[in-house]
Nanobody
Framework: QVHLVESGGALVQPGGSLRLSCRTS????????MAWFRQPLGKDCELVAA????????NYTDSVKGRFTISRDNAARTVFLQMNNLKFEDTAVYYC???????????????????????WGQGTQVTVSS
């Protein structure tokens, strides 16, 4: 069974930094591209950042380019998201999961199928507030 555990979220002031972690089990982690998604309260799910299976390729949504960095440790089966210069609009629940070319992101992150599976973690809350 796929198991995803996100951590590292917190309350932070604008301009601050956080490092999110996501530990995984139940699938061959090193074979899959991974991504961070976020769900702001009352808004649709958004894919924030993605990384290839080897870590050699990354991609970001425009609003976080230059501020967020996704990375992975295949030996530890863990994916990270370094978040710098945080803004109010970064407030959301953040989730990690594998991502496939045919993944169709649903309005609610946890309703998105990754291949045949719809396994999601609890997410981690990031709140940016002064």
């Amino acid at each position: 069974q796929v198991h995803l555990v996100e951590s590292g979220g917190a309350l932070v002031q604008p301009g601050g930094s956080l490092r999110l972690s996501c530990r995984t089990s139940g699938f061959t982690f090193g074979n899959y591209p991974m991504a961070w998604f976020r769900q702001p309260l009352g808004k649709d799910c958004e894919l924030v950042a993605a990384i290839s299976d080897t870590g050699g390729w990354t991609n970001y949504t425009d609003s976080v380019k230059g501020r967020f960095t996704i990375s992975r440790d295949n030996a530890a089966r863990t994916v990270f998201l370094q978040m710098n210069n945080l803004k109010f609009e970064d407030t959301a629940v953040y989730y990690c999961n594998a991502v496939l070319p045919r993944t169709v992101i649903q309005p609610r992150c946890i309703m998105t199928y990754i291949g045949e599976y719809k396994d999601w973690g609890q997410g981690t809350q990031v709140t940016v507030s002064s």
